[in-house]
Structures are given as C-alpha cells and as structure tokens.
C-alpha cells in the first residue's frame, strides 16, 4: 500500500480539476488547433496554442504542487508559471503562452508534445468530444464526483452531466 | 426573424463540404425528437457566421412559444464527423435573457460577467444565435419589439469594455507590484478586450474570444494594424513589461476614449475577500482560508498591511476594501492574493456605451 502525501479533500480537488482541465478544455482546445490548422486559420493556431499552454500549466501546477484555489483566469497563466519554475514544462508553456513566431504546423506540434506529456503526470480522461468518449468520460467525472462527495468537495463538473448513481 | 433560403443554402453547403456529406435535412432528423408543436429551428455560430472549419461543431438553437422543457446545458449528438449542439429554449427563456440583457445595458452597475464570463461566453454567444443565426426549420420568431441584433451586439460591446477595463486596472496593479508575467498577459487581454468590443461595435455577429484574429484578418482587417505589435508577449517580461502595458494603455485609450488611468479606475473598483482571515499562534502569524483549507505563513510587513486592510474595510463589511483607499503597499499585497484567487475585484459601476468616445479605429456604429 502506497500512502498519498496529502489530505484527501486536497487530493480529490486538486487531481479532478486537473484532470477536468486536460479532459475537457485542453481536448477542445487540441480540436480547434487541428480544425484552424488544416484550414490554414494561422491566427486561431496561435491563440489556441496560448490557451492550450496557460490550461497545461495550470493543470501542471495543481496536479503537480496541489495548488489551490484556482485564480482568475486573467490571473492564473502568471500564478501557475511562478510555482511551476524549475520544472521541465514550465519553459514550453510560457513559450506558448507568450506566442510563438514559427508556422502553424511547428506550433501544433510543440501543442502535441507539451500535452502528451502533460497527460503523462496528469493522467488521460476518456475524449469527452468523441462518440466513442463521451459516455466513458462522463461515467468517469461520476466516480470522481462521488470521491468529492466523499470528503465534502464540490466537484468541477456541472452534476446534471452525470449518470445518476 | 423568418427564413433566409440563400443563407439556409450556403449552411447546408457548408456543412455538407466539411463533414462529407452531411445534408441539413440529416441533422434535422436527428433533432426531431426535440421540437414541439410551434418550434423554430436555428443554426448559428462560427459555420454560419462563415469562419468555421471542418472540425467546427454546429450551434442549433430550438425555440417556439410552446416549448415545454428547457435546458441550458447543450444537448450533443454525432452525424458522421460533425458535432451538433443543441439548446433547447422556451422562447420565453430567451426573451428574458433579452430582457434582462437591455435592463443592464440601461443600468450603470457594472454587467460584467453576468452573461458570461472570460472561459465560456455562454450566453453572450446564446443571445448572437438568436439575433444573428439563420431559421432553418419552422416559422421562425416574432420579437417582442426589440431589436434582437442591436441588443445582443451592445451587449458584447459593454461587457468587452467593462473586460478592458478590468484587465488595464489589473496590468497595472500587476506592474507596479513587480508582477511582470501578469502584467504583460493582462496588457494583452485589454487590447484584445478593446479590440473584441470593436468587433461587436461594427455589428459582426460574436461567437467567442477566441475568433479575434481570424475576424481582424478577414472581417474587420482595418483594426487588425492595432493588434500587431501586442499580440506577441515580451521575451523577458522583467525588463520590458512598462513599454509594453503603456503601449497597450495609449492604444486602448485612443480607440474608445475612456481613462484607462490607474487612479481613475480605482476609485470604482473594491477587493472583495470571501473567507480569508490571520490565525494567531504564539507569535506565528498565518493567512487561512477555511474554505480552500489552506495556509500560508505571512511576515511581520505582511501582517501589518493585512491589518491595515482589515482596520480600513470602508463599507458594511471589512470584508470589502476599497481600492481608492489602499496606499500602494496594499494595493501590491491585494494584487498577490488575486493572483493566488484569494480576493476578488468588484466594480462599484459599470461603462455606459454612450459616455464612451470611440475613434474611428473602433469602427462604425452598432
């Protein structure tokens, strides 16, 4: 038996919003990127691409260093890359953060490579935007919602998305 | 609004090219189960306002005057390669969004946020569905004599220009507390708050933020020369970050004629702290927040500021502090425990449309 080195409310809290961010936002956010790229919308790539590294680092530095509460948007790309400095992926997501001169294909790629390894610390939620996703993701948000429930945390996910138990 | 059969014609073909083959009579189908007697079918966003791709999803909004169940949370379905979104709407729902969105548009409280906010847009972009999306099934709906377009387009624009507002105050705050990643990256938010508001001012249909670029560069590329020079961050933040928030500060002042100064913006704006409060133990001193249950040790300067705060509360709680009354200590020390969202920042009043004085960078007249 491994012992977790944190309470539990923190645990649940930290680890399902992180996991929701990569599940849910990160996802679409990687749609966009792909659908703007293969339309040659390089604006939409490069503001994606800043979205999809401020959620990567937030989702890093609550995973990573149990951050919480979660500030402002406006707030929490700067919030995560001060806690985040020294780690390996802090770099790649202020470089997307700040915006990267180079053609869209590159930026997707630096996109894909930043995740990939996100989803390695953070672990995977089923593709929610896919069909084959979607009930998988859902009935996975339910087990989480109910470690919430379990030690009195409100869950990241709207309630009425999921099954009922 | 009634139907338009060339837009209906151009979707369909929109549609049909980017999901092989998908017809509007197919997803129509699929939607049936969800109309009532008297239900209007309408499509908007990014595909109808023609700036979607192929991976976009299609916004379809199901509305009648007999509608009997309504819900909030978009419906998804899957035809072939394209995601559907469907919300179902009591016509009545919507013309109390209508409602209450001319209500705060003819208030001076600040609206920000109360239709949406900065991750989501929910129902600003419900209510350019409506004012903006074409009828592709049924007999379409009759407003209550209002202009649908010209509510929903003000509304963007106000709650864009309260944004700016907000992000300027913030880059600021952030620039004077030494915070340079958060200045820098609230700096660019206010010239693309500005810059969205804009959009919204020329009457373009919105469908979210994140569109900004592609509309400068096809739909509004007069205003795109404003957004060159910021829409890239600084290399090093530390040295370059006053250049960059005052460039963005005169820009953003020239285009709508509101003091974005930091004085005038303080006094309509308070810290609203939810639960934080200093535990004494011996002689530590610790900020707790009971409701994220965490901690975090502050020093003796620290505790003086936060005592400072606390003593000043000015209005009925000291749990609200006015930013006018914060010297620049605490105004550094509130900017802190933002960034940690510890605090939250409030506007006393809104931004009228009509005390706004915007050149013509802002473009043409809703």
Not at chain 1, 135 to 161: C, H, Q, S, T
Not at chain 2, 68 to 73: A, F, G, K, L, Q
Not at chain 2, 127 to 133: C, K, N, P, V
Not at chain 2, 259 to 274: C, H, R
């Amino acid at each position: 038996m491994r012992t977790i080195d944190v309470d539990a409310r923190r645990y649940a809290w930290c680890r399902s919003r992180a996991l929701w961010i990569i599940g849910m936002p990160v996802r679409s956010f990687i749609e966009d990127i792909y659908g703007a790229q293969q339309a040659g919308q390089e604006n939409l790539v490069h503001f994606t691409a800043r979205r999809i590294g401020e959620a990567c680092a937030v989702a890093l530095n609550v995973a990573v260093n149990y951050a919480r509460p979660i500030p402002s948007p406006a707030m929490r790309g700067s919030w995560a890359l001060e806690q985040l400095q020294g780690h390996e992926l802090c770099q790649p997501c202020w470089e997307l953060i700040r915006g990267i001169d180079a053609p869209a294909d590159e930026i997707v790629k630096r996109c894909d490579s930043l995740t990939t390894r996100v989803y390695e610390i953070v672990g995977e939620m089923p593709n929610i935007l896919t069909p084959d996703g979607y009930f998988p993701a859902i009935a996975m948000a339910r087990d989480w919602i109910k470690l919430l429930d379990a030690v009195g945390e409100e869950a990241p996910m709207p309630y009425n998305w999921t099954l009922p138990t | 609004m009634a139907k338009n059969t060339k837009a209906i014609k151009d979707l369909g073909q929109c549609v049909e090219r980017f999901h092989h083959g998908v017809s509007l009579e197919q997803i129509l189908g699929e939607v049936e189960y969800l109309r009532d007697e008297g239900d209007t079918v309408i499509a908007g966003g990014s595909l109808v306002y023609g700036f979607g791709n192929h991976l976009s999803d299609l916004d379809l909004v199901i509305t009648g005057p007999t509608t009997i169940e309504s819900s909030r949370v978009p419906i998804e379905h899957f035809i072939g390669s394209l995601r559907v979104d469907v919300w179902k709407l009591a016509l009545g729902l919507v013309e109390d969004s209508f409602d209450r969105a001319e209500r705060a548009l003819a208030d001076d409280q600040a609206l920000l946020g109360s239709f949406g906010d900065m991750e989501h847009d929910d129902e600003l972009k419900l209510l350019h569905r409506i004012a903006f999306g074409i009828v592709v099934d049924g007999d379409g709906i009759e407003s209550q004599g209002r202009d649908y377009c010209t509510v929903a387009s003000a509304l963007v624009v106000r709650e864009y220009i309260e944004r700016m507002r907000t992000s300027a105050l913030l880059a600021q705050l952030a620039l004077r507390a030494g915070r340079a990643v958060a200045a820098v990256v609230n700096a660019r938010l206010t010239v693309e708050d500005a810059l969205n508001a804009a959009v919204a001012y020329q009457g373009l249909p919105f469908s979210g933020g994140k569109w900004l670029g592609e509309r400068l560069a096809n739909q509004a590329s007069d205003l795109a020369p404003v957004y060159e020079p910021f829409r890239q961050l600084p290399e090093t933040p530390h040295q370059e970050a006053t250049q960059f928030v005052q460039g963005v500060l005169a820009t953003c002042v020239e285009m709508w004629g509101l003091d974005l100064g930091i004085d005038a913006l303080v006094s309509s704006a308070n810290w609203t702290n939810a639960d934080l409060r200093v535990a004494e133990i011996g002689a530590d001193r610790l900020l707790l927040s009971p409701g994220f249950g965490a901690l975090w040790s502050l020093d003796e300067k620290e505790i003086k500021i936060w005592h400072q705060l606390v003593s000043a509360g000015t209005r009925k709680t000291d749990a609200i502090w006015d930013l006018s009354a914060c010297d620049a200590e605490a105004l550094s020390m509130c900017l802190c425990l933002h960034e940690h969202g510890l605090v939250d920042l409030r506007w006393t009043k809104g931004v009228v449309i009509d005390d706004l004085r915007p050149s013509l960078d802002a473009g043409a007249m809703i």
